[in-house]
């Protein structure tokens, strides 16, 4: 409403007033059909790719689409080509554990400023719908993602990589962008290429109340989190194997593996079905 009740204000000249118009047929008309081009935009999701843990990107771009009621558009962020392209030019650091530890903020970048997109970690297995995740989806935010508290007890991660304590750890391998954000500008080829790891990874170029919190189940860590009987709001969505994965080695028992063996196999037959028609 516009002004208070007539009888508070008896002499009031509502003319002078800077109330907007009353929307038209043809004002909801193109509402609807903005909201109808949107849901039928793909939604971009970059996923980190490193060429030891390919069938890892593989399998989690397959349980991706095999359970996505809205279309998505799935895009390997790999390093070699960005730094063919002149996009990135970082020396790989030591504690660099894939080659998308840094990469992973041109997201914004690499979806021209414009809209909403997802990063994630190559080493998720997704369980439900990824139009439950792009619904959580609030404008007021810069970035959402799930706000783990999470210090690591191993010293050693995936294939013998360093495990790392610091904070906000884990918070970057899911990331949900929002692109054309003024504050998300920054995250250009020379800032990524040159920042430290805790600018970027502490995403200290936005302040806290910039940063939206996703319910943990979206980013639930094989090993850290916990899955509580008769409370489905713990039931994982998407498993991240942020320790290690069952395709390596020593991660083949590792909480959860079945889930990711099981929908390995079944990426593998359909692969073998589709190039054998």
Same mark, same amino acid.
């Given at each position: %409403? ?16 800077n109330c907007p118009p009353a929307p038209t047929d043809s004002d909801r008309n193109s509402s609807l059909i903005s909201d109808m081009a949107m849901e039928n935009k793909p939604f971009k999701i970059f996923?980190? $790719?490193?060429? !030891? ?30 730094? #063919? ?24 970048h690499l979806a021209n400023n414009q809209g909403w997109a997802m990063f994630v970690d190559c080493d998720f297995l997704y369980l439900a719908d990824?139009? &439950?995740?792009? +619904? ?7 970035? %959402?993602?799930?706000? @783990? ?8 991660? %995936? ?5 790392? =304590? $610091? ?6 391998? %899911? ?5 054309? @954000? ?18 970027? @990874?502490?995403?200290?170029?936005? +302040? ?19 899955? =509580? +009987? ?18 390596? &080695? ?7 593996? @079945? ?13 073998? #079905?589709?190039? !054998?028609?």
């Open positions: %409403m516009c002004a208070g009740p007539l009888l508070l204000l008896p002499k009031f000249d509502f003319s002078q007033l996923v980190g $790719y490193d060429p !030891s843990e390919d069938i890892a990107f593989e399998v989690c771009r397959y349980s991706i689409l095999k359970r996505s009621s809205i279309p998505v558009e799935i895009i390997p962020i790999k390093q070699s080509d960005l730094r #063919k392209n002149g996009l990135y030019w970082r020396e790989r650091g030591p504690l660099e554990s894939t080659e998308f530890s840094f990469t992973r903020f041109l997201t914004p990824i139009k &439950e995740l792009r +619904d959580l989806i609030n404008d007021k935010y810069a970035i %959402m993602c799930v706000q @783990h508290d999470y210090s690591p007890k191993e010293t050693t991660k %995936m294939d013998g990589a360093v495990q790392t =304590v $610091y904070p906000r750890k884990n918070w970057s391998s %899911m990331v949900l962008y929002n692109c054309g @954000h003024p504050k998300n500008q920054v995250l250009n080829p020379q800032t990524v290429s040159t920042e430290t790891g805790a600018f970027l @990874h502490r995403f200290q170029w936005l +302040d806290d109340d910039e940063i939206g919190s996703i319910p943990f189940v979206w980013n639930f860590l094989e090993g850290h989190n916990k899955v =509580v +009987d008769n409370d489905p709001t713990t039931s994982p969505k998407a498993i991240h194997y942020t320790r290690g994965g069952p395709w390596f &080695e020593g991660w083949k028992n590792c909480e959860f593996a @079945h889930l990711w063996l099981s929908e390995r196999e079944e990426y593998l037959k359909e692969t073998k #079905k589709a190039k !054998s028609n």
